[in-house]
């Protein structure tokens, strides 16, 4: 944090903020840059190339990985900071192998992305302009020479080399553009005396009456003195008298709260936070530094206990258990200087709006922005963060280790102060990909001891040790999933990632019997919206298998999947765009049993966290919200399915059940209502069940009839059956329409919607009505805007309100807006 500088004594920050330009290595033209910066990104704003994401353009631009590039400024210094006894320059986000030079000088010289580097540059310095030069080495030529010389390749390929964000070499869901950058603006630490240092709160006892917080903290300093160290939270604060000594030390102080409010994850309670700040004077008057912190007070706990199905997994916030409700998240850009602080509060408030709380951020991308944590502890989502290892196995010398341990120090001791951490993973798949995905064929018996013996150094004791020492407490845990899908303790201890639906093309209704103790990734894959399809392709481009559409599908049998699925449980439309919007649906319907599955099996299962919330480029993934932010059917349905208590119909023999799951932290009374109509709107039966207790932490049936019964006897084609769950009060908790056969089988009506458009304060409300069902009903607009609801099912006679939140002003509103539903796709 800035240090106060009231005092020339207090340490003071600043960020070098020069005229940037950079260059294609030992060419003439220097051109300007404005840093943070890629240089695919440097290359596009000054008409280099063309955009990386549009048509088959990523092709074009593999070159770029293959270069050297250099970046410069001029900074201005006054003599002011050249009489500061200390002037270091710390640079963060230099991706990836930089020889930083001041004045020419050699000072710095990164080989990891994620690592901090500071510098003493005192001695480099000098009053007016001064200049800053980083030259960046091919993360792939710099990597071949010790590639070879390994004498086999590792799985996962050259990547494994560097530490650099993995998916930057492609994944299958993202381009490859595994370029270089300056990520964050570097910047220039001056101070004289004394500098603190890793100030970290947290409690060191808690009880619902008081909790006795420790700040601990680690200082630099030149001198031996008497000082006073203060801890304030609001207005107030203890005091405790120290003595500082020479070197590098450590040190702590603690303060008492009274009735601590504690931090709570979305759904359970109030993400309560507190501000804090350590503060150290001298001779009680002068400020020799201060750090103020935000974080909230909490316990987390990751509970593996035997039990008689094999074992737990699930987490305790506060003592508390929580079935955790999420996604896997991934960056949000292949070029992380594109995403800006909006970004980052939509996609977290999109969080928020699908009842989720918890986020997985996946091995392969980046260890995110401090902003993304500050947002995930002020929204109370929960932080699983995997350690920068994905799909691969990596090297085992000692210069990888050394440089992997000083990596997790750097980032647990950054991260530790955010409540919203939940647990640390070592890596993503490894463990499973080595013992089931045959990669041990490729190798002798002594390589594939010694590859098996450098996993275990990193995963198994480097890692957990630094959690252990400086992880704040959060528990660690080896490699997500724990168990790959061919073993059957896959599915009674550890958590899974279940990809027999997609990869095996095993079909949706196997997510009813697979379910784990905890199923950290599962999904399917969709097409983005339209809008975002037009964005980056031509109109002759928009068929399945055009070059331009395979460039955006990265999966090698990624359309051929979705069109098998689709004929499965749709009718296949005729148009492309039809194709899209029902891709939409196949996977929304596909991730919904899944997620129904979960909950209904709680607490034995107790989390769902699907694959994935976001794209890092315009592409057909499994994410949930495309690129460009738009939501996809699953966001919507996810809304639905997360929310507090749920309605979770099943059939089985014939007999329709109705299962309820409750997450909210008390017992709730409901009244249940299971009701039949045809698809025109007859009524076929109703039944009213009041004074239906659910508890908490657990699922339990609600409600069970024969089919013949609910539907009188009527075709399964032609019937959907509500279900309704309400408050004492007549407020609804959550209403679930649930169909008996697939949308491929249904008999659905020919229906037109009646549509009335008026303008408001937030945009524009769109009230829709239909006499015959209206099933998966698609609002569009061509407009920057966000629809309160899409994809919906509207019943016969229902009316429906929903609004569309935009700052355009449309000239015909009443027209704008195109409405479609699933039938009309049969008719094209």
Known sequence: MPAEAQTSAAPSRQTIRGAWEFRQAHTPDWLPVTVPASVHTALLKNGRIEDPYYRDNEEKLQWIELEDWEFQCTFETDSALLQRKHIEMVFRGLDTYAHVYLNDSLIAESNNMFRTW?????????????????YFESPVKK???????????????????????????????????????????????AWDDFLLENVFITPQRLSEKEAVMVARFRYRSDVETPVTVVFRENKRKSLEDRKIYPGVHEDSVTYSIDNPRLWWCNGMGEPNLYDFSVEVKQRGVQTLDKVEVRTGIRTVELVTEPDSAGKTFYFKLNGKPVFCKGANYIPQDMFQDRVGPAHYKR????????????????????????????LCDARGILVWQDFMYACAMYPGSGSFFKNAAAEALGQLERLRQHPCIALWCGNNENNEAWHNWGWQMQFNEAQRAQIWRDYKTLFNDILPTYVGNFGGGVPYWESSPQYGRGNPKSMTEGDAHYW????????????????????SEYGFQSFPDWTTIQSFSLPEDRELDTKVMLTHQKHPRGNALIAEYLKRDFRVPKTFEDFAYVSQLVQAEGIRRGTEAHRRNKPYCMGTLYWQLNDVWPVASWSSIDYYGRWKALHYFTREDFKPVVALPFVEDDILKVYASSDLPADTVLTVRVRALTLEGKLLSEVIKPDVRVHPDSSRMVWQGYLKTVL????????????????????????????????????????????????????????????????NVYLSVNAEGAFSDNYFDLLPGERKTVLFKTDTILDSPQTAFQVKHLQQTYER
């Open 118 to 134: 500071q510098v003493d540059v005192k001695k480099y310095l000098k009053a007016g302009p001064n200049k800053l030069h980083v």
């Open 500 to 519: 027999g639906v997609w990869h095996d093309e095993e079909p949706f209704e196997i997510l009813d019997k697979k379910v784990p103790r905890f199923m």
């Open 143 to 189: 990597v071949a020479a010790d590639w070879a010389a390994l004498g086999y390749e590792l799985p996962g390929g050259i990547r494994t080399m560097t530490r650099k964000a993995q998916f930057h070499y492609g994944w299958d869901w993202g381009p490859r553009f595994a370029g270089c950058g300056i990520l964050k603006l570097p910047e220039l630490l």
């Open 712 to 775: 009188d006897r009527h075709k399964p084609d032609d019937a959907v059956v509500e279900i309704t769950f309400m408050e004492a009060g007549g407020q609804l908790l959550h209403r679930r329409l649930f169909y008996l056969v697939s949308p491929r089988k249904l008999s659905l009506p020919g229906t037109s919607l009646a549509v009335q458009v008026t303008q408001v304060n937030d945009g524009y409300q769109i009230a829709l009505q239909s006499g015959k069902l209206a099933k």
């Open 347 to 374: 996609l977290l408030d999109d969080v928020v709006s699908a009842n989720m709380n918890m986020l997985r951020v996946w091995g392969g991308g980046i260890y995110e922005d401090d902003l993304f944590y500050q």
